[in-house]
């Protein structure tokens, strides 16, 4: 792993106004991701964790602190800029898979090539590539109401690794899905680590916290806990 | 005979009058009077053929036209005279143009009217030498034909934008009962109805159209009364151009009631038609769903 | 991909895409339809009034041709007055009235026109030829339908009738040398064409040497309003009409139609425009979630407008393209409609076809369409994303 960090945040804080109350979700975390890494982060519902992960992934701003993604000031950047960061640096899971009813599932993987602007060949070719690599080279031409949810899972993993991306976040990846797909869907989160990309998932399953290398306790918008785990 | 006399009038004040004739009186077409600046008690001279010769005449009064609509478009000028005095302005003697009858008021209740205007037609028909008696009713019929070209137009125009209204009304309310797919959805898992669902929305349907209905009626309302201030102006007219008589009041609504409803229904039977899984996760096979179960 | 993604979006609710893209046909055809309507009556009409090529009208002061029983005196001076002048190419005066033909116990009745064969401007001939000699007469097909009469035929007719002594006045025996076609009478109008001396002569001293109006055309190259200037201080008495200004009085008589298209114009324009932008706001509230992660992704804010103001644009595009052949169908139907006015030369169409009037309306409804999507997808495209996936996560 080389030595600068994937991800940097610097006493962010995120706060949200309820009516007339002020919900502190994120208060005042440090944080540091190693190129490389596979970091889950866990904790109560509630506790801030996927707060923390959409400051990181540019798709909120912090109310204070900074983050830091690759180098470059996600929390600075104005709309259009952290749109495109995002399109070519950052790959997101969600737990709800967010796939385009409308397209298959090669088109769902070819849409962020196509933003990018990969020609359609190129593209076509990556997409077929992709979904061979998580398995689903068979189900190209499916929408995503034809697809089981591991399979719409996959599909959105695949999207996610569309454009090389640096850093890939997940957001409750297993959270839809039954003890079977979710560890298959375990195993190809630890492939693509191991395949390069960065990790930092978001989880409250236990078996997907202890494939990470690396675990972040959080407690009421504080980090209570982190350590490496499995002698990584 | 009048047509004579309109190109013929030509208008001019004098000081003085002549010494052996007082002049008669005439009465004046209240458009004519405003685009030429005549007052009462003005003198005018009126003739044949402009330029020519003529008789000198007082204007008593102003007359409004009726609200005819087949003067409508004409931008010609009338005036009233002596019926004696026209005679022999345009030297047509001892002749009319018609006679207008009026029957004895008595006459005119009760069912005795149409065969009395009937037989009076039919004993002036056979008396008449080389002219006709026609019931005013019918004369109306024949001069208004011009408006009942006009009405069938504007009958094919509703016809055609009440055809575009249904439509409309059919996609918007599907539109919007689509937008709550999930909501319907959960209630059938719940183990509500089909019918109560249906009727729900049906009552919803028929409220968004009893308050349409009024509103539009309002707004239809006004705008009559907007295009009747602005035709009675621009053709200098009392004629009414549009009206909402409690019949087409009662047929928009009623009409904007029946498609309202019809489309809340449509859109209703489609959404419960479908299966509640089908509606909450958009698939339409029958495999299990893993995401669904959750 | 934009285009990929519009089109899947519009194909997976079909139901609500046709019934949109219906409705905007309708829309589309009504829009079509007033656009006709507004330049159809005015080019329609223009075009009759020069199908001979006579640009200027002079009728008794203060009226227009043929508006009333009013004649002008003198014709035969005016008319030589008119042909000296240097700008004048043709003069050709008219005499309006009426001719009576007793047939078969009942009388026949038709519009009679006497008029100089040469120069005249009222008719063309659709079989046989001009009526040239004094007793030649050319008549409408209507007239020989009911009168029974063919070209060839030889029959008696009369210029005035006194009803109450049920006597005809300046009968005369004319043969039928030809059929025409009457440019400015109305559908099924039973009409006659004959010499201008003979009608005048027919309708007796009343008549001598008047005419009801003449018809002028202006040489090549020449100012026509110069003409109508020169003529109107050459003739006081009468009223000098150029084909504008007649078209202008035309307008003015009918501007309400003019005014009735554009208001049910304006309203068809909204109508579609409202329905594509309750379909595309229904749309976006619909798939908010799907539209966020596209944000976040990494899809660009402009493209995602793009391609939800795509889909309302591709509907109303669709609906238009439908709503043309509408339109023209509709057009055909309401002018037969108004074609049945009283006295309307059959030659006038309310509704007359041009390219560019499907252009304009075209053009307008995609413009409508582009405006229809842009508030509601600019909305759903700036809604807080971490925010919007929570909420959508919870619903």
Redesign the interface.
């Known amino acids: 792993m080389s030595d600068a960090p994937v991800v940097l945040t610097r006493d962010v804080r995120r706060d949200y106004h309820m009516g007339d109350e002020i919900v502190h979700a994120v208060r005042g975390v440090s944080l540091e991701v190693a190129r490389g890494d596979y970091v889950a982060i866990v904790g109560p519902s509630g506790c801030g964790k996927?707060?923390l992960l959409?400051l990181i992934?540019g798709?909120?701003r912090p109310t204070a602190g900074s983050v830091t993604v690759d180098g470059n000031r996600v929390d600075a950047m104005r709309?259009?800029a952290a749109?495109?960061?995002?399109?070519?640096s950052?790959?997101?899971v969600?737990?709800?898979?967010?796939l385009?009813?409308?397209?298959t599932a090669a088109?769902n993987v070819?849409?962020?090539m196509?933003?990018?602007g990969l020609s359609t060949a190129r593209r076509m070719e990556r997409a077929r590539d992709l979904l061979a690599y998580v398995g689903l080279a068979d189900r190209r031409k499916h929408r995503p109401?034809?697809l089981?949810?591991?399979e719409?899972q996959r599909v959105a993993i695949a999207?996610?690794l569309a454009?090389s991306p640096k850093l890939l976040l997940a957001d409750e990846p297993t959270g839809?899905?039954?003890a079977k797909?979710g560890a298959e869907m375990i195993d190809l989160l630890g492939r693509v680590n191991r395949d390069g990309t960065t990790v930092v998932v978001v989880t409250h399953d236990e078996d997907l916290a202890r494939a990470a290398r690396r675990v972040v306790h959080m407690r009421d918008g504080h980090v209570v806990d982190d350590h490496r785990q499995n002698g990584r | 005979m009048f047509a004579a006399l309109l190109a013929a009038v030509a208008l001019q004040q004098i000081d003085s009058l002549p010494a052996h004739r007082a002049p008669r009186t005439v009465v004046v077409d209240e458009r004519l009077a405003a685009d030429a600046g005549v007052k009462l008690g003005d003198q005018l001279i009126v003739s044949r053929t402009p330029g020519g010769a003529g008789d000198t005449v007082v204007v008593s009064a102003f007359m409004r036209r009726r609200a005819d609509p087949s003067e409508v478009a004409r931008a010609e000028y009338r005036v009233r005279m002596h019926l004696g005095e026209l005679q022999s302005l345009i030297d047509y003697g001892d002749r009319m143009d018609r006679f207008a009858l009026l029957s004895h008021p008595e006459q005119r209740e009760g069912s005795a009217l149409p065969s009395l205007t009937d037989s009076a037609i039919r004993r002036i028909n056979g008396a008449a030498f080389g002219f006709q008696a026609h019931r005013s009713r019918d004369i109306a019929v024949e001069t208004s034909q011009t408006f009942l070209v006009v009405s069938r137009f504007h009958r094919a125009i509703g016809v055609i934008t009440i055809v575009a209204s249904a439509i409309f009304l059919l996609c918007i309310m599907l539109l919007k009962v689509d937008e709550r797919r999930r909501d319907v959805a959960a209630l059938r898992l719940m183990g509500i109805s089909a019918q109560s669902i249906t009727r729900s929305v049906m009552v919803e349907a028929s409220v968004v159209a009893v308050v349409g209905s009024v509103v539009g009626l309002l707004i239809g309302w006004i705008a009559t009364l907007i295009i009747n201030w602005h035709y009675r102006g621009v053709y200098r007219t009392p004629l009414a151009f549009a009206l909402v008589t409690p019949q087409i009041a009662f047929f928009a609504m009623t009409l904007s009631l029946v498609l309202g409803l019809l489309a809340g229904y449509v859109a209703a039977r489609r959404l419960v038609s479908m299966p509640p899984l089908e509606l909450l996760t958009g698939r339409r096979d029958d495999r299990p769903s893993v995401a669904a179960a959750h | 991909m934009l285009f990929r993604l519009a089109w899947a979006t519009l194909a997976r609710h079909r139901a609500r895409t046709l019934l949109a893209m219906l409705g905007v046909a309708v829309s589309a055809a009504m829009l079509l339809d007033m656009v006709m309507l507004s330049s159809g009556m005015r080019s329609s009409f223009k075009n009759l009034l020069l199908a001979r090529g006579f640009q200027i009208r002079l009728a008794p002061k203060g009226t227009l041709p043929l508006d009333t029983d009013a004649t002008i005196g003198n014709a035969a001076e005016i008319a030589s007055a008119l042909r000296a002048m240097p700008d004048v190419a043709a003069v050709s005066p008219v005499l309006g009235g009426q001719l009576h033909v007793p047939r078969d116990g009942r009388t026949v009745t038709a519009t009679a026109l006497g008029g100089d064969a040469q120069w005249q401007g009222d008719y063309e001939i659709t079989d046989g030829r001009e009526p040239r000699a004094p007793d030649e007469i050319a008549t409408s097909d209507d007239f020989l339908r009911a009168a029974n009469l063919r070209v060839g035929d030889t029959l008696s007719a009369a210029a005035g009738y006194d009803p109450q002594l049920r006597a005809f006045s300046g009968m005369r025996r004319l043969r039928i040398v030809g059929r025409a076609h009457f440019l400015y009478m109305a559908a099924e109008q039973r009409a006659v064409a004959l010499p201008l001396a003979t009608l005048q002569a027919m309708q007796g001293e009343a008549a001598r040497d008047r005419v009801s109006f003449f018809m002028v055309r202006a040489r090549q190259g020449a100012s026509v309003d110069s003409v109508l200037r020169r003529i109107e201080l050459a003739v006081p008495k009468v009223s000098a009409i150029s084909t504008e200004s007649a078209i202008r009085q035309v307008d003015q008589r009918l501007s309400y139609f003019r005014q009735l298209a554009f208001i049910l114009g304006t309203v068809s324009l909204a109508v579609g425009f409202l329905l594509v932008t309750t379909l595309v706001t229904v749309s976006v509230n619909e798939r908010l979630g799907e539209i966020v992660v596209m944000r976040a992704i990494g899809v660009a804010r402009g493209r995602v407008v793009s391609q939800i103001v795509l889909e309302g644009t591709a509907i109303m595009l669709a609906g238009a393209v439908a709503g043309l052949g509408l339109g023209l169908l509709t057009a055909r139907y309401l002018n037969s409609i108004l074609a049945s006015f009283p006295g309307l030369p059959a030659s006038i169409d309310f509704f007359l076809f041009e390219p560019r009037d499907a252009w304009a309306a075209l053009g307008m409804l995609v413009a409508a369409g582009i405006l229809a999507g842009i508030y509601p997808s600019w909305r759903g495209a700036s809604v807080p994303i971490a925010m919007t996936l929570r909420e959508e996560a919870v619903g």
Request: proline share 4%; glycine share 8%; net charge negative.
């Open positions: 996927s707060t959409n992934g798709i909120d709309d259009a749109t495109r960061f995002r399109l070519l950052i790959g997101f969600f737990q709800r898979f967010y385009m009813p409308a397209l088109e070819e849409l962020p196509a933003e990018a109401a034809q089981s949810g591991g719409q999207r996610a454009n839809e899905l039954d797909t």
